[in-house]
């Protein structure tokens, strides 16, 4: 056994579906870990050459074609270093999650990964077959046994390996974020380490797809389970660990252990991610969105200029009569403060020509919520209208309780391109607000502390049609986190009567959220992904 290896962690932001881009990436990443870094192996992570998660591209005959090209790539890029690749290995008509291992030029090993998760927002069982052979591969002569991201959270495929000779094992992953995840990961990787008693990486991806933020968190873990090496979440680079070896075994060297982020800025900064790879990566220019005054937009301007820049943002004030002054101030107010493109349109003359339309077919019915919504959707229409001249996608400010309850406005404030805070409940909504007012007052104070209310009627509050978030949100997160029964979630201390409203409110509004823009995923049940409710039910919540 050699004295000492060394191994880095490509910690990569890659784009689905941009074999080329990736396969430029990997190369670059290659030569750094080997000419700058003296690295003997590089590791990547999960399906690293097409990005992850694919999803039906992998049906698709021109990626596989791509696949093929940037394996004979990467593979002659491998003079003087091992590399590991995970990819979509293509083979007598199935598909397998697998990971490559070249070295000095020659594909010297290949694995399938041997679990395949198929819940919450991952279904590999409609792409991959599963492999089943441990695969161990040889670098100055240290063994290393193969792994792919579910592989490490059941026991069997690290026994395998260490029953194979491995020596150290390695975990190439694809771990979407939520704000419980690493804790959870790093019980689970140093579980394994202790079952087979040899040090463990973990290489994880980072960056956002869609509605899912990875948030890297790649580390190093002894024998023991001792963390040995973090690498910083959310940011992409080459991060390096030693081994030096003993008698009896491969030691971890100790490294550069990154801090965890605690939950609020976790969440905090997976929004800001999200953001702004879901604008960067689909080319759009920048955002534009509707600026209320109100807690909710607030808090999206201010995660969109972290995210994309002042000059990429723009923010427009709609007032209506029912509109405050204090809104009016807090929403000119924000976006001094953070220099965007302001500008106010009024919508009184829209409103009233669309109801002057709509007069004659409603004769002699009563003003009800149809009124409000021609408000929101009238504002809808502007801002559709700002996106569609100039290019900024439309970003939409609702959050998760008013997307449980129904309480959003189709074609209103629900338009948009992506919802940055869809997954956060009005209660984590304050709490972020004020956690980035710590680190600068961009939100002016009032709009935290003031009562919320749409402000499509005179004197409209939030509780008017709905219970007290404090109230509301633990009811949505046993409901959906938990997936509890009317009765358990009374059992709790909740109103019956409450409880079976706020229940009703979520099976009617379905059908908007299937209508809803996709939105950062931050907790372990979102809508979207990991919501798949019909819209045709007969089911109640009522027992």
């Not at 150290?168 to 804790?183: R, W």
């Not at 009567?497 to 996709?518: C, D, F, T």
């Not at 809508?527 to 027992?543: A, E, H, L, N, V």
């Given at each position: 056994?050699?004295?000492?290896?060394?191994?880095?962690?490509?910690?990569?932001?890659?784009?689905?579906?941009?074999?080329?881009?990736?396969?430029?990436?990997?190369?670059?990443?290659?030569?750094?870990?080997?000419?700058?870094?003296?690295?003997?192996?590089?590791?990547?992570?999960?399906?690293?050459?097409?990005?992850?998660?694919?999803?039906?591209?992998?049906?698709?005959?021109?990626?596989?074609?791509?696949?093929?090209?940037?394996?004979?790539?990467?593979?002659?890029?491998?003079?003087?270093?091992?590399?590991?690749?995970?990819?979509?290995?293509?083979?007598?008509?199935?598909?397998?999650?697998?990971?490559?291992?070249?070295?000095?030029?020659?594909?010297?090993?290949?694995?399938?990964?041997?679990?395949?998760?198929?819940?919450?927002?991952?279904?590999?069982?409609?792409?991959?077959?599963?492999?089943?052979?441990?695969?161990?591969?040889?670098?100055?002569?240290?063994?290393?046994?193969?792994?792919?991201?579910?592989?490490?959270?059941?026991?069997?495929?690290?026994?395998?390996?260490?029953?194979?000779?491995?020596?150290?094992?390695?975990?190439?992953?694809?771990?979407?974020?939520?704000?419980?995840?690493?804790?959870?990961?790093?019980?689970?990787?140093?579980?394994?380490?202790?079952?087979?008693?040899?040090?463990?990486?973990?290489?994880?991806?980072?960056?956002?797809?869609?509605?899912?933020?990875?948030?890297?968190?790649?580390?190093?873990?002894?024998?023991?389970?001792?963390?040995?090496?973090?690498?910083?979440?959310?940011?992409?680079?080459?991060?390096?660990?030693?081994?030096?070896?003993?008698?009896?075994?491969?030691?971890?060297?100790?490294?550069?252990?990154?801090?965890?982020?605690?939950?609020?800025?976790?969440?905090?900064?997976?929004?800001?991610?999200?953001?702004?790879?879901?604008?960067?990566?689909?080319?759009?220019?920048?955002?534009?969105?509707?600026?209320?005054?109100?807690?909710?937009?607030?808090?999206?301007?201010?995660?969109?200029?972290?995210?994309?820049?002042?000059?990429?943002?723009?923010?427009?004030?709609?007032?209506?009569?029912?509109?405050?002054?204090?809104?009016?101030?807090?929403?000119?107010?924000?976006?001094?403060?953070?220099?965007?493109?302001?500008?106010?349109?009024?919508?009184?003359?829209?409103?009233?020509?669309?109801?002057?339309?709509?007069?004659?077919?409603?004769?002699?019915?009563?003003?009800?919520?149809?009124?409000?919504?021609?408000?929101?959707?009238?504002?809808?229409?502007?801002?559709?209208?700002?996106?569609?001249?100039?290019?900024?996608?439309v970003l939409a400010t609702g959050n998760k309780s008013e997307m449980a309850v129904g309480y959003a406005t189709l074609y209103g404030d629900m338009n948009g391109g992506f919802a940055p805070i869809k997954d956060c409940d009005k209660t984590l909504i304050y709490r972020l607000a004020r956690y980035r007012n710590a680190r600068e007052e961009v939100i002016p104070v009032r709009v935290i502390e003031r009562e919320p209310s749409a402000e499509l009627a005179p004197g409209q509050k939030d509780i008017d049609s709905l219970p007290p978030y404090a109230v509301l949100d633990p009811i949505l997160d046993a409901l959906m986190v938990e997936n509890l029964s009317a009765n358990e979630i009374i059992a709790r201390g909740f109103?019956?009567?409450?409880?079976?409203?706020?229940?009703?409110?979520?099976?009617?509004?379905?059908?908007?959220?299937?209508?809803?823009?996709?939105?950062?995923?931050?907790?372990?049940?979102?809508?979207?992904?990991?919501?798949?409710?019909?819209?045709?039910?007969?089911?109640?919540?009522?027992?």
């Open positions: 056994m050699p004295e000492r290896i060394k191994i880095a962690l490509a910690q990569l932001n890659t784009v689905v579906g941009d074999v080329a881009g990736n396969t430029a990436m990997i190369l670059a990443a290659i030569e750094t870990a080997r000419d700058t870094h003296g690295a003997d192996l590089v590791i990547f992570p999960e399906l690293a050459v097409c990005g992850y998660p694919p999803e039906d591209l992998l049906f698709h005959a021109g990626l596989q074609n791509q696949v093929h090209a940037s394996l004979e790539s990467i593979r002659a890029g491998t003079r003087g270093i091992a590399a590991l690749v995970g990819y979509p290995e293509y083979a007598a008509g199935e598909i397998f999650n697998s990971a490559a291992w070249f070295a000095d030029g020659e594909h010297q090993a290949n694995y399938r990964k041997q679990y395949l998760p198929n819940y919450s927002v991952f279904d590999e069982e409609r792409y991959f077959s599963a492999g089943s052979e441990a695969v161990v591969a040889t670098i100055k002569g240290v063994r290393v046994g193969l792994t792919i991201c579910e592989d490490i959270w059941e026991p069997g495929p690290c026994a395998r390996a260490a029953a194979a000779g491995a020596q150290l094992i390695v975990a190439i992953n694809g771990s979407p974020f939520d704000y419980t995840k690493q804790a959870t990961r790093e019980s689970v990787v140093q579980a394994r380490c202790r079952e087979v008693e040899l040090p463990i990486l973990y290489a994880n991806l980072v960056g956002g797809q869609d509605e899912l933020v990875f948030d890297g968190s790649s580390a190093v873990f002894a024998a023991d389970g001792r963390i040995a090496m973090r690498a910083p979440a959310f940011e992409a680079g080459i991060y390096c660990a030693g081994f030096s070896a003993s008698p009896a075994q491969l030691v971890a060297e100790p490294g550069s252990v990154a801090e965890l982020l605690d939950e609020t800025e976790g969440i905090y900064t997976a929004l800001v991610v999200g953001v702004r790879d879901y604008v960067r990566k689909n080319g759009f220019p920048g955002v534009v969105l509707g600026l209320s005054g109100g807690i909710d937009s607030a808090l999206t301007l201010a995660i969109a200029v972290d995210a994309l820049g002042a000059e990429s943002v723009q923010a427009v004030m709609m007032p209506y009569r029912y509109t405050a002054d204090i809104s009016i101030e807090d929403a000119e107010a924000q976006a001094r403060r953070l220099g965007v493109d302001y500008q106010v349109l009024p919508i009184e003359a829209m409103v009233a020509a669309t109801r002057e339309t709509l007069a004659g077919l409603f004769a002699g019915l009563a003003v009800d919520t149809t009124e409000e919504n021609i408000q929101s959707r009238c504002r809808g229409v502007l801002l559709m209208a700002i996106s569609n001249k100039i290019g900024r996608m109103d019956r009567e409450v409880v079976l409203r706020i229940l009703a409110m979520v099976r009617r509004n379905e059908y908007k959220r299937r209508q809803a823009a996709p939105g950062v995923r931050i907790t372990s049940r979102a809508f979207g992904r990991d919501w798949r409710y019909p819209i045709t039910s007969g089911y109640r919540f009522s027992t």
